[in-house]
């Protein structure tokens, strides 16, 4: 793969999407800014540019639209070069209890977390197929392993991120690309302000939290050493695969925190 990679970044307006897309910069690999905030990520640009002297650019993208989506790749493709890695890290959840949660945000997480996160990939696909090389990083999260009450819809989206990229992996292996999923526990990012607006969930599990800057490194960390997962942290995996072997015990002993939201 090239040393001077070109890195897409999905969702790089704010959190864990801006943090990687820093520490890209900070290796002299070029930063693709995606996001739909405009002003933030020209904000974003402007301070990658001054600190790390480094070219990074930057394309509003609403990873819903999959017209824009095809659109935006395609001017990337011949703007700036090919793309050597494509982190997909757009995405939101709303919590609610499922009897109470509006349609309109359940399709807005799977256009956002599933529909908008393939089709970013599908655009990328066919020319690093051509190339025979090239890196998918899709941000899924432990709730693609490990559900909890009030979390049915994002957790249902994340299983379908872990499920499409392991598929995925298995298809394009023999062309040299690498396909990695991340699934992280909660991170102290500004999810949660649209999660869960009440504050609450937040405050539950504060002493939890990811450090936002620490999980960017290590998610940059696997475009140089790619691995099959990232799973953050330990222990919640640990948990996850419990899970897997005994969902009943693991649901009767965890009901109080599963219940934090």
Known sequence: MSADKIIVITGASSGIGADMARLVAAKGWTPVLMARSVAKLEHLQNEIQHDFQVQAYRYKLDVQNLDEVEDVFNRVEKEIGPIHVLINNAGYGIFDYFLD???????????????????????????????????????????????????SVYAAT?????????????????????????????????????????????????????????????????????????????????????????????????KKAFSQK
């Open 101 to 151: 949660a509006k349609m309109e945000d359940v399709k807005g997480m799977f256009d956002t977390n599933v529909v908008g996160l393939m089709a970013c990939t599908k655009a990328v696909l066919p020319e690093m197929m051509e190339r025979r090389e090239g890196h998918i990083i899709n941000i899924a999260s432990q709730a693609a392993k490990l559900a909890t009450v009030k979390g």
């Open 158 to 254: 994340k299983h379908a991120v872990l499920g499409f990229t392991n598929s995925l992996r298995m298809e394009v292996k023999d062309y040299g690309i690498y396909v990695t999923t991340v699934n992280p526990g909660p991170i102290q990012t500004n999810f949660f302000k649209v999660a869960d607006k009440s504050g609450q969930y937040e405050k539950n599990i504060e002493k939890w939290l990811l450090d936002p800057k620490e999980v960017a490194q290590k998610i940059v960390k696997t475009i140089d050493k790619p691995v099959r997962e990232l799973n953050l942290p330990g222990w919640m995996e640990a948990g996850s695969k419990l899970y897997q072997l005994a969902p009943a015990l693991v649901e009767k002993l965890g």
